[in-house]
């Protein structure tokens, strides 16, 4: 049985390994058949990156990273923390987490709790329920870009819809989480919740300058105003280097359909936004405002592409972080179906 399971993995590996090169000859394929429009999808995502992400992310991207490097997270939201608490059950540096993941966007979320992660400050329990509700577009973008490019009349109700669905959502995933690990605790022969061990990919992940010391207790030295706005400024712009890849190559692949000239106008505009979000929504327009609206929650391909590059070695999963962006999108759609505010 051990020699056919094994057989049939082996199989199975070789058969995506075979798809993933198909695909790669298509697209190379593509590319020298359709140069000029190659061109202009590629352009189309820097251009994207260039005007929008660049200037609404990368201050955001470089004022957090001077506060965590200078250990001025827990003071920053000490307003907010008391009642964020009580609703969320989150620790200093979660809440800080949790505001800055709403206020800034995406994907500052993903990245502020794999930063944390990474450095002792946040552990992958706490950061993977937030990460859950916490990685969204911004507000900004969503008031500037995407009310303007769908011509949305009456914008409060679909923001209301934006937000307040992984607010409740988190809500829910922060309470329950907490319920089930008190249960688990409470078994005979466990101690210790199994979701408060600390991974391995946590331990490989960690600095090598930091002591056990340090990271089991989060007491970091903090660093001053230069070092960690020098620190800040290349870290972001690795970070935004990253994102603008991302959208230059998931535009890109809107030259996949190229040749399919008769499926249906809605099925290819859902495949961009599934793709890009951004580039989807520029090329829709006010023609399908549902489908973005309901698309927006989950972001994209491209988006979970750059949330794995932000928590990549910090101990996160991405994976329950594509099943909470699926049931969000769930949420939303059933929403949207049955109040129609638009």
């Not at 190659?38 to 200037?55: D, N, V």
């Not at 990368?58 to 965590?68: A, D, V």
């Not at 859902?270 to 609206?293: D, K, Q």
């Amino acid at each position: 049985m051990s020699v056919f399971h094994k057989s049939s993995k082996e199989i199975w590996y070789r058969f995506v390994r075979f798809l993933y090169m198909a695909l790669g000859v298509y697209l190379i394929f593509l590319l020298l058949r359709y140069p000029a429009l190659s061109l202009e999808y590629a352009l189309s995502g820097l251009r994207l990156w260039f005007e929008k992400m660049i200037p609404t992310l990368l201050p955001f991207m470089i004022l957090s990273g001077i506060l965590i490097n200078m250990n001025l997270t827990e003071g920053f939201v000490r307003l907010f923390h008391p009642v964020l608490r009580i609703l969320y059950g989150t620790t200093p540096n979660g809440s800080y987490t949790l505001l800055m993941g709403f206020l800034c966007g995406f994907p500052m979320g993903a990245r502020i709790a794999g930063e944390l992660c990474r450095t002792g400050r946040l552990s992958a329990r706490e950061g993977n329920r937030l990460l859950a509700f916490c990685n969204n577009i911004g507000p900004i973008y969503f008031l500037s870009f995407v009310v303007s490019t769908l011509s949305l009349e009456k914008p409060l109700a679909p923001f209301l819809v934006m937000y307040g669905v992984p607010l409740v959502y988190g809500f829910f995933v922060m309470r329950l989480s907490r319920l089930f690990s008190a249960l688990y605790s409470l078994l005979p022969g466990r101690k210790t919740p199994f979701l408060n061990r600390p991974t391995k990919s946590v331990a490989k992940s960690s600095c090598p300058t930091l002591s056990a010391t340090e990271l089991s207790t989060g007491n970091l030295q903090a660093q001053g105003l230069l070092p960690a706005t020098d620190n800040a400024v290349l870290s972001g712009l690795l970070g935004i280097a990253k994102l603008g890849g991302y959208m230059v190559f998931f535009n890109l692949l809107n030259i996949l359909f190229v040749p399919f000239t008769r499926l249906p106008d809605a099925l290819l505009n859902a495949y961009c936004c599934i793709l890009e979000i951004t580039g989807g929504i520029a090329r829709c327009g006010a023609r399908h405002p549902f489908l973005v609206l309901v698309m927006l929650p989950f972001g994209g391909f491209s988006c979970i592409a750059q949330t794995y590059s932000m928590i990549r070695d910090a101990g996160l999963s991405i994976r329950a972080y594509v099943f909470h962006k699926l049931a969000q999108t769930a949420l939303t759609a059933l929403i949207y179906m049955l109040w129609q505010p638009f």
